[in-house]
């Protein structure tokens, strides 16, 4: 079973289903005065972040602050090998401050799987290069089934960047395992070529695509990588590739537009656009500390594993 | 140490001679001094090798010693301890030293170094440009003076096809043979790169080198060796259209050689999913329809020689981050029970093609005198001894300073008993003489 948090590729669907029910026990938390509930007093959750970030950092320290967990935060810019430690040693004396948890952000794929061969604690990809951000990819799963009733059989277009999106994977990922049909949509250039073992359809017609969708997904224009000429320009783009006012327009009835955030308004998203009440871009903020305290819960305060052999959280629990 | 050893009962492979018999192998003064059924041994140490194999010692084209420069990673003692420990009686050591190997000075400190450790000959390899760095040519002349026989900028594609042509060119004013080597994959291409791309890396999150890299720069190298008549050397082939090139050209009658290394012929990308820092290796580990390829270029004599590249690299190195750990696996320990295990036992090269490809073939490369021979009287005693049947778990220790084994806990078969370097065990009964 799952100890640890590192892929949507390790979690099945009855996995997924697992957390989003949590999740939805621990949404009314966030809604109280007092959002508060002593599920973890006592243990140890670490943020370990190697990589600037601050609002999935928020977001895990408020997940395990609600949950009454004491927080360290841990964090370096660039990766600890470039300040003369090896992740390792540093992994090392995380658990050796007794860590129940480490939730690492790391510029590096593969960096939360390699530290699961050296620490004792759980460990939560809290997004990891250009590999995968699960936590992100179940709180849009959350979003997309608390607005839409369900995943299963939902048409979504992931737009953009998916080469180098960490959330395009999980997020591609974890919707192939719950029944969704998922197309990825961007500059051929910007999509990896062996994209369709994903189990997804790829296109490059944005237009083709937005008059069937129930998601439209916008990715983030990673601007640096403009330099690594996959684009010809920002305009270019935004004029093949943005969710502009007009195909916002098509989208159908009681569609919804999403973004991992942040936001490069005017470029992969027009400034009114992500206004639109069918964006639903704050919800997933606020949905994102729900799903990160039910897999904290899951993983810590009840039977230590995400899924099945895990307890549901007790009624006395969600409400104290 | 007995003046005089007779090997006793070995199935002997003489690759050179292409014969495979049982006999009684005498040696005496360094040399082989009597071959024969039922030898006597004349007052000499009797080394019972019934169910063993003998063989002229292996020779290794691709090794990294990292004497001068990186004696954290290896030095050229612990090289070529590694090197005895996986039967092989000569190396070469690659350029990338600090200083660069790109003049005779730092040829003759590596040679007499290697001459004080005394566990295996080392041929050294000398730089095609300065420093590595791709822009002026070293001088080549006078490290094939000191003994250099083949050139190379190692892991650096030499990077312009003027540059290559040139010194294909040049290398032609000396009366031996010598060989450009290249690594062939195109530096813009894989710039960034750290695996293979394909299906594993596109879901792994790690950014690619495609297999058109290595294509590319082979079809340069063909033809620039085609038009000039120039002695080019494909290192580590790793895709089966670089298989297919070579194939062709060698048809044609270019004059080219290529080399494949020992976890290219076993590990796929399949292997990285771990994100295993000692399978990253740089041409990277394909698919394994381009490791079919690669075994039946093999089999076929259109790859020429299997070498290790042996990379050694620190613990620290290894155990980091995936992209950032150092290309390279060590492979000198396991380089023959990796042929053995899954190429000569599953039928795909026969023993005597394969000592072929990992003795013969690379010494002439070398110009590794007195290695590669036939086993015949009044040969250097340069051999190797190997049970072919013992399994073995891979694991640290190794003989070698580093141990970023791509093999590390994989079963292996077959297993080095005794090496001998001019009469002189170098390893006896599985253990390296200090």
């Known amino acids: 079973m799952n100890r640890h948090v590192l892929s949507m590729h390790d979690l099945t669907a009855d996995d997924v289903t697992r957390v989003l029910d949590t999740a939805e026990s621990f949404r009314e938390v966030g809604t109280r005065v007092i959002k508060k509930v002593p599920a973890l007093r006592g243990r140890t959750v670490v943020n370990f972040f190697l990589e600037n970030s601050t609002r999935t950092r928020i977001s895990f320290e408020l997940a395990a602050k609600r949950l009454s967990a004491d927080v360290i935060n841990f964090s370096a810019g660039g990766s600890s090998v470039s300040k003369g430690e090896s992740l390792k040693d540093t992994a090392l ?66 737009v953009g960047d998916v080469l180098h999106s960490r959330v395009a994977r999980s997020l591609s990922f974890g919707l192939v395992t719950m029944g969704a049909d998922v197309t990825l949509i961007g500059p051929p250039t910007l999509i990896p070529p062996d994209a369709p073992t994903w189990g997804v359809q790829v296109s490059y017609d944005l237009d083709a695509a937005i008059p069937k969708l129930d998601v439209c997904y916008m990715l983030r224009v990673q601007r640096e990588r403009q330099r690594l000429e996959y684009f010809p320009s920002v305009r270019e783009y935004n004029r093949l590739f943005g969710l502009t006012g007009a195909r916002a327009g098509i989208l159908p009835e009681g569609s919804l537009i999403m973004h991992p955030g942040p936001m490069n308004r005017g470029v992969e998203i027009d400034s009114d656009v992500a206004d639109l009440p069918q964006s639903v871009i704050e919800e997933q903020v606020t949905n994102g500390i729900a799903v990160r305290m039910s897999l904290l819960y899951l993983l810590l305060g009840s039977g230590g594993v995400v899924g099945a052999g895990g307890q549901a959280v007790p009624g006395e629990v969600a409400r104290a | 140490m007995p003046e005089a050893l007779l090997l006793r009962g070995a199935r002997v492979i003489d690759a050179a001679a292409s014969t495979d018999v049982h ?49 954290y990673k290896e030095t050229i003692a612990s090289g070529t301890r590694a090197a005895a420990a996986g039967g092989f009686t000569a190396v070469s050591s690659m350029a990338n030293t600090e200083p660069v190997t790109d003049h005779a000075g730092i040829v003759a400190e590596i040679r007499d170094k290697a001459a004080d450790a005394g566990l295996a000959d080392v041929f050294p390899v000398g730089a095609i440009t300065k420093g590595l760095a791709g822009e002026s040519m070293a001088e080549l002349g006078e490290m094939v003076e000191a003994g250099v026989r083949v050139f190379s900028d190692d892991g650096n594609c030499v990077p312009t096809a003027r540059m290559l042509r040139n010194a294909l060119v040049y290398a032609k004013a000396f009366p031996a043979e010598v060989v450009i080597a290249d690594h062939c994959e195109d530096p813009s291409l894989v710039a960034g790169g750290h695996m293979h791309e394909g299906v594993h890396s596109s879901s792994l999150g790690l950014a690619g080198r495609p297999g058109e890299a290595e294509e590319i720069i082979v079809a340069r190298d063909l033809a620039i060796a085609r038009a000039s008549g120039g002695r080019i050397h494909i290192c580590h082939v790793s895709s089966a259209p670089a298989v297919e090139l070579i194939r062709r050209a060698k048809h044609d009658g270019v004059r080219v050689t290529a080399e494949v290394t020992p976890h290219h012929l076993v590990f796929t990308d399949d292997d990285l999913v771990g994100y295993d820092t000692n399978c990253k290796v740089n041409p990277p580990l394909r698919t394994p329809e381009d490791r079919e390829a690669l075994r039946a270029g093999l089999a076929d004599g259109t790859i020429d020689v299997i070498a290790t590249d042996h990379a050694p690299h620190a613990v620290e190195e290894k155990e980091s981050e995936f992209d950032l750990a150092p290309p390279g696996t060590i492979g000198l320990e396991t380089a023959l029970a990796a042929v053995l295990t899954h190429l000569v036992d599953p039928g795909t090269l026969s023993l005597p093609r394969a000592i072929e490809a990992m003795s013969v073939a690379p010494a002439r490369i070398l110009g590794a005198a007195g290695h590669g021979r036939a086993i015949e009287v009044g040969g250097p005693a340069n051999l190797v001894v190997f049970d072919p049947a013992e399994r073995w778990l891979v694991e640290p220790p190794f003989a070698s300073k580093a141990r970023n084994s791509a093999f590390t806990g994989h079963e292996l078969t077959g297993r080095i008993r005794h090496t001998m370097l001019r009469g002189q065990l170098t390893v006896a009964d599985g253990k390296v003489r200090d």
């Open chain 1, 93 to 158: 004396t995380l658990q050796a401050m007794g860590a129940d948890a480490i939730v690492i952000r790391h510029s590096s794929s593969g960096s939360p799987l390699q530290l699961t061969k050296w620490v004792e604690g759980h460990v939560l990809n809290a997004g990891d290069g250009t590999h995968e951000h699960p936590t992100q990819a179940l709180l849009d799963l959350y979003t997309m089934r608390e607005k839409l009733g369900r995943l299963e059989g939902l048409r979504v277009a992931i």
């Open chain 2, 23 to 71: 006999a009684d192998v005498l040696v005496a003064e360094g040399r082989i001094d009597a071959v024969g059924l039922g030898l006597d041994p004349k007052g000499a140490e009797v080394l019972d090798c019934r169910g063993l194999v003998l063989a002229p010692g292996l020779v290794d084209l691709h090794t990294h010693l990292r004497e001068p420069g990186f004696e």
